[in-house]
């Protein structure tokens, strides 16, 4: 099917027939004789398109349950032929050059995340279409192949403006693109056979996505940047966020909606986050309600929250609109708006409001490192209580400041290391992060308080030293909750005890890089 050449041999096996009468009309039209399977081929003689059904052509019929149909030589050797030196024989066995495939496969992924049994799933594990596809795909410099409905419209434009032929360039095209079609199928069925069973951290990944969209700007501006959704199991997990208003989001934006949303889905009860360049700059839960915990969380550090992205893990309210709105923040996400928040909302036309479903992730984690490398680690869902508190003092916290040690804990472990969270009363009131030196996330936190009296300090990973249990007793520590595990522990727990200072180890470290 050179750009000179125009009619041939079309070979339509459809699982999903949408259009498919539409061009078999339109290549029968340029002269194209059309093979099709079984329930293709009736579909497209009802719709007067004349066909010849593939057993008619290969003179066997459709075998075990449709497992065989055009598994054939006369299929296969007029797929694959190589221009004129395989000529003689395909004269020679009476079989015709095939120029078009047109197929799609039995919809395996939609079945593999049904409850069906598995023979019911392995039939839809589709043989002779993978086949098809795969040999048209690689004889592409002779051979035109469709791999879904939504080139037919380019197909035709193609031979409409190459007088019923098709150029190398857009053959070639489409052959990757039908690669990429079989892998992804092929990948859905390794992820269903290995199932649950899969081991946590394989000899072998595949690692498949699907553009959502094309993103603002990357990190920064010069950088492009998209998100997909990635296959976990047989389908692809969608972004659990929809964006209702305001900019497009970017990269940037993600990472942040991420992480405020991360937070607040640590808390049952109501909780507030705002997010600033990963970190947060302002996170409060109240056990009356959303605007109490609002209020709460954007007087952590106000000057940090301009230009933040704020979660709720409630419907915002109109009363929580009017303060979003009083402020500049990139973006409001939360599960849900009241009617009269929304109209507050948009009215602020590049603020991005973004409803979110409960918070999910992928439980591996992966980043891009040197060379070709990829590193890939289970997600941090560790989950204190406080039963899992060890006191190492002899100061016992009190009830309510137990709660401040869990709360300020589930913080520090979103907060980027060394992480140092200062919190009182349900409320972030000073963070102190990504520094090199813990110490010196200790001073940050203590400096972004003002007020640490009464207030606890969790840390994500042990204190090397006494001095920042010294510098957190000069402000007002009243308790610490840390993994332990230093070489001076037993200096630590002194000095927390010379200060009256009750101290709690978790026994887990919670970095967060
Ligand atoms: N086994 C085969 O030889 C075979 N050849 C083509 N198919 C599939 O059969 C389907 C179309 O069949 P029908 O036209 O009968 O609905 C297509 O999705 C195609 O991918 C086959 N089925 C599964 O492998």
């Known amino acids: 099917m050179t750009a000179s050449s125009t009619g041939g041999t079309a070979l339509i096996s459809v699982y999903d027939k949408t259009n498919i009468e539409k061009l078999a009309q339109f290549i029968a039209a340029r002269g194209f004789r059309i093979i099709a399977t079984k329930n293709t081929c009736g579909l497209l003689q009802q719709a007067g398109v004349a066909a010849?059904?593939?057993?008619?052509?290969?003179?066997?019929?459709?075998?075990?349950?449709?497992?065989?149909?055009?598994?054939?030589?006369?299929?296969?050797?007029?797929?694959?032929?190589?221009?004129?030196?395989?000529?003689?024989?395909?004269?020679?066995?009476?079989?015709?050059?095939?120029?078009?495939?047109?197929?799609?496969?039995?919809?395996?992924?939609?079945?593999?995340?049904?409850?069906?049994?598995?023979?019911?799933?392995?039939?839809?594990?589709?043989?002779?279409?993978?086949?098809?596809?795969?040999?048209?795909?690689?004889?592409?410099?002779?051979?035109?192949?469709?791999?879904?409905?939504?080139?037919?419209?380019?197909?035709?434009?193609?031979m409409s403006n190459n007088q019923g032929a098709t150029t190398l360039g857009y053959r070639r095209r489409l052959a990757a693109k039908t690669f990429a079609t079989i892998s992804s199928y092929d990948s859905c069925i390794h992820a269903w056979l290995n199932g649950a069973e899969a081991p946590d951290m394989p000899q072998e990944i595949i690692i498949r996505g699907r553009k959502i969209q094309d993103l603002r700007i990357g990190e920064n501006p010069h950088q492009k940047a998209a998100v997909y959704s990635m296959y976990h199991d047989s389908s692809p997990m969608a972004l659990p966020i929809e964006q209702m208003h305001g900019k497009e989001l970017s990269f940037n934006n993600i990472v942040d909606i991420e992480s405020a949303v991360a937070i607040v889905a640590e808390f049952d009860v109501p909780a507030?986050?705002?997010?600033?360049?990963?970190?947060?700059?302002?996170?409060?839960?109240?056990?009356?309600?959303?605007?109490?915990?609002?209020?709460?969380?954007?007087?952590?550090?106000?000057?940090?929250?301009?230009?933040?992205i704020i979660a709720?893990?409630?419907?915002?309210?109109?009363?929580?609109?009017?303060?979003?709105?009083?402020?500049?923040?990139?973006?409001?996400?939360?599960?849900?708006?009241?009617?009269?928040?929304?109209?507050?909302?948009?009215?602020?036309?590049?603020?991005?409001?973004?409803?979110?479903?409960?918070?999910?992730?992928?439980?591996?984690?992966?980043?891009?490192?040197?060379?070709?490398?990829?590193?890939?680690?289970?997600?941090?869902c560790s989950a204190i209580g406080i039963d899992d508190l060890l006191k190492v003092t002899t100061k016992t916290a009190s009830p309510m400041v137990l709660q401040d040690l869990l709360f300020a804990w589930r913080v520090c472990k979103h907060v980027k290391s060394n992480a140092i969270v200062m919190a009182r009363d349900g409320r972030a009131i000073g963070v102190g992060a990504g520094q090199m030196s813990r110490v010196d996330s200790v001073e940050l936190a203590i400096k972004k308080a003002q007020d640490c009296t009464g207030a606890v300090m969790a840390s994500d990973a042990f204190f090397p030293f006494a001095d920042s249990i010294h510098h957190a007793a000069t402000a007002g520590i009243s308790a610490i909750v840390q993994p332990g595990g230093s070489l001076r522990d037993k200096e630590v727990i002194e000095a927390a005890n010379d200060s009256g200072i009750a101290m709690y180890f978790t026994g887990l470290r919670s970095f967060c890089h």
């Not at 600033?276 to 969380?297: F, L, M, Q, R, T």
């Not at 009083?326 to 409001?353: C, H, I, M, Q």
């Open 52 to 158: 010849v059904e593939v057993s008619e052509y290969t003179g066997y019929p459709e075998m075990m349950d449709g497992r065989v149909k055009t598994l054939h030589p006369k299929i296969f050797a007029g797929i694959l032929r190589n221009g004129d030196s395989h000529n003689s024989e395909l004269d020679r066995f009476s079989i015709d050059a095939i120029d078009l495939v047109i197929v799609n496969l039995y919809p395996f992924q939609s079945f593999a995340t049904t409850k069906a049994a598995d023979g019911e799933v392995v039939e839809q594990i589709d043989i002779g279409g993978v086949s098809l596809l795969r040999a048209g795909a690689k004889n592409f410099q002779h051979v035109t192949v469709i791999p879904d409905v939504h080139e037919y419209e380019g197909l035709m434009q193609e």
């Open 272 to 308: 507030v986050s705002v997010i600033k360049h990963g970190n947060p700059c302002g996170v409060a839960v109240s056990s009356a309600d959303i605007d109490d915990a609002y209020e709460k969380a954007i007087t952590c550090d106000p000057k940090s929250s301009f230009g933040g």
């Open 312 to 380: 709720c893990n409630r419907q915002v309210t109109e009363e929580i609109a009017h303060k979003v709105a009083d402020v500049f923040v990139e973006a409001v996400v939360a599960p849900g708006f009241a009617e009269d928040a929304l109209k507050v909302l948009y009215a602020k036309k590049n603020l991005r409001v973004v409803r979110c479903t409960p918070y999910t992730a992928s439980r591996l984690v992966f980043k891009s490192t040197l060379g070709s490398g990829l590193l890939m680690q289970e997600r941090n």
